[in-house]
């Protein structure tokens, strides 16, 4: 009987949300600015930001 192939998790990342967040409200901001509404710029950036880094996996702190 054939196997199944093992699922694979998804990404659960809290230090790409985190980053994300950060970088996204800081290009945000700027963005923002320009536009003339900077606050604006700062909660769409934080969401697009941590949206966008959640799926990256920078792998475990202690790689072997």
Same mark, same amino acid.
């Given at each position: ?15 790409? &949300? ?25 909660? &769409?950036?934080? &969401?697009a930001?941590?949206? &966008?880094?959640?799926?990256? *996996?920078?792998?475990?702190? *202690?790689?072997?």
């Amino acid at each position: 009987m054939p196997q199944k192939p093992a699922r694979r998790k998804p990404h659960r990342n809290p230090r790409g &949300l985190f980053l994300g967040a950060v970088l996204g409200a800081v290009v945000g901001y700027f963005a923002g600015r320009a536009l003339g509404n900077p606050a604006m710029g700062i909660v &769409l950036g934080m &969401l697009a930001g941590s949206a &966008l880094l959640y799926r990256v *996996n920078p792998g475990p702190w *202690n790689r072997p």
